[in-house]
């Protein structure tokens, strides 16, 4: 039986693929579409939720809006493994935190027009002052056949949040307040009356304004992710959190499908809405994933009962970016525990369940890296600070199954534009393909 392994990953070229991905995905809509053509590429077919799934064994996707589900059940049937196969997961996130536009965004104010935004998740403010940015996201349209949504992309840059003049807040340097309501709003033309956002939009997705029904629709920042730093060992890149996690998750899993025979069925997950607490059609307390793992054990021949066998021996890692050690602010991490860039995979660990590590899942992702031959970091917040989450507790509530909660390392989590390093992508991605394929 042949695995992936970490030669399989070059550095420089995880790098660069990371950088495409990131620039080419403003949305969860988009990173979905361009997982999806990568899956494509690797012969992974698109299937509707209101089909029935093929019996046959294959390589197959779905998405719903911005989530998707793929697995490949060929390794699995080449080893005669049955219906109760247990499954690997891979699971992460396609959104970020960002401003997103209200559905009755048009206004002017002192000669400026502008338009309404509602911050997503839990952006650093800071972070979307005097910055270039565009637009992207889903938009509803009336067509003859009905409603269809549309992408956009406009990565022009067309907005700003303009910062108010340090001779005007004089203690702007020593303490700044942003109020999300007043001082956040981008300006995006000058006159007396407001601009057509409807109008503005349907230009870009082909449709007249009143056939623009509704919209899903975010700004960006424009500037393109690069590497930076004396040697360019670094990204600097919007959305790392958590583009990063399903740019590898997707690499991990177009490797860990080269298995002539596997004893588990590998399975990426990327999850809408995390950011906001996963509570939604498609986020990961919805029935996304367990309606897919069912049918797929459907499909198989098996039944109720083959589903649960199933999940009993499933093992699921959630992958979500994690904090490296900032070197201006030691003191805000656990001293036992430092985390650096470009030094490998994370294990996070929290005693409260904010992560879902345990000794069994954690044990799993020892032994991927291990496989992998790539080095492992531990990750555990300070016991008097408040710790994040993931998508990985509730992927374990709703499954039963061993979870382990892993990351790649960076900073400056939820900015506009945030650093990881250049090398990890490509251990991140090695980790991960040997967990879904494990010796």
Known sequence: MSHPAAGAF?????????????????????????????????????????????TTPGRYLVRRGGSLVAWDTTGAAAASAGAATPFRVVGAHTDSPTLRIKPQPDHVSAGWQMLGVEPYGSPLLNSWLDRDLGLAGRVAVRTAGGVQTRLLHDGQPV?????????LDRGANDELHLDK???????????????????????????????????????????????????????????????????????????????????????????????????????????????????????????????????????VASGDMAHATHPNYPDRHEPLHRIRVNAGPVLKVNANLRYATDSVGAAAFVEACAQADVPLQTFVSRSDLPCGSTVGPFTAALTGAATVDVGAPMLSMHSARELCGAADPAMYAAALAAFLAPD
């Open 10 to 54: 070059d550095a420089d070229s995880e790098a660069q693929g990371l950088i495409e991905f990131v620039d080419a995905s403003p949305s969860p809509f988009h990173a979905c579409a361009q997982a999806a053509d990568s899956l494509a590429a690797g012969g992974f077919a698109e299937l509707s939720e209101r089909e029935p799934f093929p």
């Open 159 to 167: 907005l700003r949040v303009a910062q108010l003049a340090i001779h």
């Open 181 to 315: 309501q007043r001082h956040l709003v981008p300006l995006w033309g000058v006159g007396e009356a407001p601009a057509d956002f409807r109008a503005y939009v349907g230009a870009r997705v082909g449709a007249e304004p009143v056939d623009v029904l509704a919209w899903d629709v975010m700004v960006c920042p424009v500037q393109p992710s690069t590497r930076i730093g004396r040697e360019r060992d670094l990204i600097a890149a919007p959305r790392l959190d958590n583009l990063a996690t399903s740019y590898a998750g997707v690499r991990a899993l177009l490797a860990a499908a080269a298995a002539a025979e596997a004893r588990h069925v590998p399975v990426l997950v990327l999850f809408d809405h995390e950011e906001v607490g996963s509570t939604s059609e498609r986020g990961a307390t919805s029935t996304l994933l367990p309606s897919v793992l069912e049918r797929v054990v459907a499909a198989a021949g098996g039944g109720r009962e083959d589903y649960w066998r199933a999940l009993a021996g499933t093992v």
